[in-house]
């Protein structure tokens, strides 16, 4: 079955950067497209990043030229580069299979706190 497994998250200072990542297993990662989320304490998810299956990415514009989607096929893992860290930026992070070539519904990872401290 589909796995998503992030890492990466934890506390850094306004300004800071973090790197997360998402390992995925049970799926054919190449040809699918997958997003980051987040979700801040009493706020709805939202959408942060895409990228699609050949490597086209979209990004939040509250995170525009400070964030950056990757995806390294051969590890069947996708990466969120998160530079100029702002408190704002506080949230669980979620990493998402959408439906797609070999997905039939949405998939989630268990998510990762990111906190940015002023």
């Known amino acids: 079955q589909v796995q998503l497994v992030e890492s990466g998250g934890g506390l850094v200072q306004l300004g800071g950067s973090l790197k997360l990542s998402c390992a995925t297993s049970?799926?054919?990662?190449?040809?699918?497209?997958m997003n980051w989320y987040r979700q801040a304490p009493g706020k709805e998810r939202e959408l942060v990043a895409t990228i699609s299956s050949g490597g086209r990415t979209v990004y939040a514009d509250s995170v525009k030229g400070r964030f950056t989607i990757s995806r390294d096929n051969a590890k069947k893992t996708v990466y969120l580069q998160m530079n100029s860290l702002k408190p704002e930026d506080t949230a669980v992070y979620y990493c998402n299979l959408p439906p797609g070539p070999d997905a039939r519904r949405d998939y989630w990872g268990q998510g990762t706190q990111v906190t940015v401290s002023s």
């Open positions: 049970g799926m054919i990662f190449s040809i699918n497209a």
